[in-house]
Structures are given as structure tokens and as C-alpha cells.
């Protein structure tokens, strides 16, 4: 396996430990007689992830988005694309954006709707673009993507530090106006892939 797919994969093996920081284990597992003797424990583990996790969730997170591009440009330069960088490249970037948004929604403090929306318009995008490739049609990624894309990840970073530090200097729910322009310019950026690529589809045949 060549450096840029390794540094996909580890995107990818990077989110169950970012869950793990931000749900804290459920009740029904501190209370449960087959754990009983490390119950101690798990709640020592759940204070900390209460008190603690967010913030290291939030550097995880940042650090994983950080390093989508890294890898193409690697491939690129390096002249490593392979089949499998492709196939796995747009599965690490969905696959951490979902799971922050689904956890997010668990711990309410992003709206289904918002979450939905979001993700929705991933499956969309996805599905045009395999039609395309079976069409010998290859859809690069657009400005607008990419505008999205880091949206998406100040909204969700915001979301998990709680608008922390503007929180120390202002009372503005930041995080929530983020969310909000994260969803606009996500169904925006639909509305522009499906403008453009909508005669893939062939409807007529």
C-alpha cells in the first residue's frame, strides 16, 4: 500500500476513536451486571469524555479534515494514483463528516433535519457520479465542493468546542449560524452539480 492511500486509510481507521470522544458510554452499560466490576472505571472514562471530549474530538476531527487533499496531492505529484485511492478517498471524507454529524444529533445539538440534508446531498453527488464514470464521464470536484466542504468543517468543529474560545468574548451562537450556512451552501452546491450533470442522467432513454 503507497503513502497516499495510507494516509486515507488512517482517515478512515481515525473515526471510531473520534466517536469514542464524543458519545460517552450509555446508562445502560455503566449499570450493567456483566460490567459491574469496571464500573469505576467506565465512569472515570465517562466524566472524562463529558468534561474533556470535545475538545479532543474537535482535534481529531480538524486534523483528519485537515489532511483530505493531502493524499490526492500526494498520489498526483508522486504519479501514485491507484483504483483503490479512488474508491477509497471519498469514503473517508463522507464516512467523518456522517459520523460527526450523527453523533452530533444523538447528543442534540444538531438537528436531524440539518444532518439529513447534508448527508443526502453526499449520496446524491455519489450516485451522479457513478453514472457518470459508467458513462466514461469523469466530474471533478468544483470550487463550490470544496467552499462546502470547509463549511461544513468549521460548523461541525464549532459544534463540538461549543463556540469555544469566541465563547469567552461573545454570547453569538456561532456554531448554530454555521450550521445553518453549512446546510445552505451544501443544497447550493447540489443545485449546482445537478444543473450541470443533470443530462447524465438521460431521462428520454
Known amino acids: 500500500m503507497n503513502l497516499p492511500n495510507k494516509i486515507t486509510m488512517s ?7 473520534f466517536m469514542l470522544f464524543v458519545i460517552p458510554f ?17 465512569v472515570s472514562i465517562n466524566d472524562f469524555i463529558i468534561n474533556f471530549g470535545n475538545y479532543i474530538a474537535a482535534g481529531i476531527f480538524i486534523l483528519a479534515a ?3 487533499g493531502v493524499d490526492g496531492y500526494i498520489a498526483r505529484k508522486r504519479k501514485l494514483v491507484t483504483t483503490m ?5 471519498p469514503i473517508a471524507d463522507k464516512l467523518l463528516v456522517t459520523a460527526a454529524l450523527i453523533a452530533l444529533v444523538q447528543r442534540n445539538d444538531v438537528t436531524g433535519w440539518a444532518a439529513m440534508l447534508i ?13 457518470a464514470v459508467g458513462e466514461g464521464i469523469v466530474i471533478s470536484a468544483s470550487s463550490l465542493g470544496k467552499i462546502k466542504t470547509v463549511t461544513q468543517i468549521v460548523a461541525i ?3 463540538l468546542l461549543k463556540n469555544f474560545p469566541l465563547d469567552l468574548f461573545t454570547k453569538f451562537p456561532f456554531d ?15 443545485y449546482d452539480y445537478i444543473k450541470k450533470h443533470i443530462s447524465i442522467l438521460n431521462f428520454d432513454s
Open 119 to 131: 448527508i443526502s446531498r453526499e449520496f446524491i453527488v455519489t450516485g451522479l457520479r457513478l453514472v
Open 11 to 17: 482517515r478512515i481507521f481515525i473515526v471510531p476513536v
Open 85 to 89: 485511492g479512488k474508491f477509497l478517498d
Open 26 to 42: 450509555p446508562n445502560w452499560m455503566l449499570e450493567s451486571s456483566l460490567l459491574y466490576f469496571i464500573k469505576p472505571q467506565l
Open 157 to 159: 468543529a464549532a459544534t
Open 176 to 190: 448554530k449560524y454555521a450550521m445553518l450556512a453549512a446546510v445552505f451552501i451544501t443544497l447550493y452546491s447540489l
Open 66 to 68: 485537515s489532511t483530505d
